[in-house]
Nanobody
Framework: QVQLVESGGGLVQPGGSLRLSCAAS????????MRWYRQAPGKERALVAA???????TYADSVKGRFTISRDNAKNTVFLQMDNLKPEDTAVYYC??????????WGQGTQVTVSS
């Protein structure tokens, strides 16, 4: 059974940090590109960061220099380190596993709220 379980969300003040985790099971993790998306209220889901099978990360312009994506293939887990958080980062964050054959798996999401 395929599962992606996000954790690490919560309430943080502007300028603070959070580290999201996404634990995967039920598929061959190291053959999938892993992506983090977010969806703010009233907005469409948007790509935040991605990491390919060789560990190279790419980022949306809005988070470049503040967020870092990484993966641990031994633990089947992808991480999103979020620093210098801003109120506009408030959203539900989702991880997604993407395979070159078109297979996609989504997690259930974790809420991140940045507020004083």
């Amino acid at each position: 059974q395929v599962q992606l379980v996000e954790s690490g969300g919560g309430l943080v003040q502007p300028g603070g940090s959070l580290r999201l985790s996404c634990a995967a099971s039920g598929f061959t993790f190291n053959t999938y590109v892993m992506r983090w998306y977010r969806q703010a209220p009233g907005k469409e889901r948007a790509l935040v960061a991605a990491i390919d099978t060789s560990g190279i990360g790419t980022y949306a312009d809005s988070v470049k220099g503040r967020f870092t994506i990484s993966r641990d293939n031994a633990k089947n887990t992808v991480f999103l380190q979020m620093d210098n958080l801003k109120p506009e980062d408030t959203a539900v964050y989702y991880c997604k596993a993407y395979h070159w054959d078109g297979t996609n798996h989504w997690g259930q999401g974790t809420q991140v709220t940045v507020s004083s």
